[in-house]
């Protein structure tokens, strides 16, 4: 994580939420972006391959990364309701399981283009979005994903 001075302020962070999600119908993510001036961008991303809930959550925060980075943020900050992962990924926790330790060094390698960058973990009633975006992104549609305008938050 890079650390800002007292002197510097966040003023053009950007905040992200992120949860992955895996089960019999599916894996995806959901990914809440916000930014400066009341931003907000959602994305509900299906996986075409089957994934575990903590791999789900390390391509749902990679997925944060590569879209902020495309995007030119500099200043970011994850929020997540898994423990483990935000643990790992701050240093606090080690992963043993060797395609873990593979997806904690891509975010790492991610990361540290940030000028400013931190990860939380928060209560999963407060990443309630984010995880209504998992959850659409493993839901399976016999005709298709439902048109944007009908998905309300």
Do not use: C
């Not at 395609?99 to 009633?125: A, E, G, H, W």
């Not at 992104?137 to 009908?150: D, I, Q």
Request: net charge neutral; charged share 25%; glycine share 6%.
């Amino acid at each position: 994580m890079t650390e800002l001075g007292s002197s510097e302020k966040l003023t053009d962070s950007w905040i992200i939420h992120v949860d992955g999600s895996s089960n019999v119908a599916g894996s995806g993510t959901g990914l809440l972006l916000l930014g400066p001036e009341e931003f907000i961008a959602k994305y509900a991303l299906r996986f075409d391959f089957p994934t575990t809930y903590n791999e789900a959550e390390y391509k749902a925060i990679l997925a944060g990364l590569r879209i902020t980075k495309e995007l030119g943020i500099q200043k970011l900050k994850i929020y997540i309701d898994l423990q483990l992962v935000a643990d790992q990924v701050k240093g606090d926790f080690e992963a043993r399981e060797e395609n873990m330790k593979k997806y904690l060094q891509k975010v790492k390698d991610l990361t540290s283009k940030f000028f400013y960058f931190d990860i939380q973990q928060i209560p999963r009633s407060e990443n309630s979005r984010a995880d209504l975006l998992s959850k659409l992104a493993t839901t399976s549609f016999p005709n298709g994903l439902p048109k944007e305008h009908s998905l309300k938050f």
